[in-house]
């Protein structure tokens, strides 16, 4: 690391002087709400990555339903439920501490993302919950978020990176699996055992 300490950006105008000003397409793209190409969007997306950021630091959460999940409750308010996980809750927790988020909504197959920043809090309203009630099951919270900044985000980052081209395929050679990842924890732990069981519980898990 000594090496290249003297390598790091310590300024805004040193970072502004590295790149191009934004077109003014792009400047444009940006609105405050939530318009009909991007309900389209989130009607269609099953999946959305939610940032934020706490005392204990930043955090980026995945989140994932049947298309159309997330709700637009109007041009700009989102309804985002939270669904079963692992009872960490460091998003929410964040939430709570500072409730500025953003959200990146992801299409299958599709290399634009759409993007959606504001704030959020957290609500516990028992209709709400039950509007977002699946198999019998209740969201604990639903994720208000009262948009600020909405726009679309372009291809490159996905066309760079061919994410979708092997969509579908058998998990790659040398990927690590959960129980790789709880054996690297603990040498105890049978990592292939692990698989075996994890794959029977998460069915039961989803909400």
């Given at each position: 690391?000594?090496?290249?300490?003297?390598?790091?950006?310590?300024?805004?105008?040193?970072?502004?002087?590295?790149?191009?000003?934004?077109?003014?397409?792009?400047?444009?793209?940006?609105?405050?709400?939530?318009?009909?190409?991007?309900?389209?969007?989130?009607?269609?997306?099953?999946?959305?990555?939610?940032?934020?950021?706490?005392?204990q630091g930043a955090d980026v959460s995945p989140k994932g339903d049947a298309p159309g999940f997330v709700t637009v409750a109007d041009d700009r308010t989102l309804l985002?439920?939270?669904?079963?996980?692992?009872?960490?809750?460091?998003?929410?927790?964040?939430?709570?501490?500072?409730?500025?988020?953003?959200?990146?909504?992801?299409?299958?197959?599709?290399?634009?993302?759409?993007?959606?920043?504001?704030?959020?809090?957290?609500?516990?309203?028992?209709?709400?919950?039950?509007?977002?009630?699946?198999?019998?099951?209740?969201?604990?919270?639903?994720?208000?978020?009262?948009?600020?900044?909405?726009?679309?985000?372009?291809?490159?980052?996905?066309?760079?990176?061919?994410?979708?081209?092997?969509?579908?395929?058998?998990?790659?050679?040398?990927?690590?699996?959960?129980?790789?990842?709880?054996?690297?924890?603990?040498?105890?732990?049978?990592?292939?055992?692990?698989d075996v069981s994890y794959a029977k519980l998460v069915p039961d898990e989803l909400y």
């Amino acid at each position: 690391m000594d090496t290249i300490e003297g390598q790091f950006i310590r300024s805004l105008d040193e970072l502004v002087a590295l790149y191009d000003a934004p077109s003014a397409r792009v400047a444009a793209k940006e609105v405050d709400y939530i318009n009909p190409a991007g309900r389209a969007f989130i009607a269609a997306a099953p999946f959305l990555l939610l940032a934020t950021s706490g005392r204990q630091g930043a955090d980026v959460s995945p989140k994932g339903d049947a298309p159309g999940f997330v709700t637009v409750a109007d041009d700009r308010t989102l309804l985002i439920p939270d669904r079963r996980g692992n009872n960490r809750i460091d998003g929410l927790r964040n939430i709570v501490e500072n409730p500025e988020v953003g959200v990146l909504f992801m299409v299958p197959g599709v290399d634009e993302t759409y993007r959606v920043n504001g704030p959020a809090r957290l609500s516990v309203e028992t209709a709400l919950r039950a509007r977002f009630a699946v198999h019998g099951k209740e969201p604990t919270v639903v994720i208000v978020v009262t948009v600020r900044q909405a726009f679309p985000h372009c291809a490159k980052a996905f066309v760079r990176s061919g994410l979708w081209a092997t969509a579908g395929q058998k998990r790659p050679a040398g990927v690590p699996t959960m129980g790789m990842f709880a054996a690297a924890r603990d040498p105890a732990v049978n990592a292939a055992d692990f698989d075996v069981s994890y794959a029977k519980l998460v069915p039961d898990e989803l909400y």
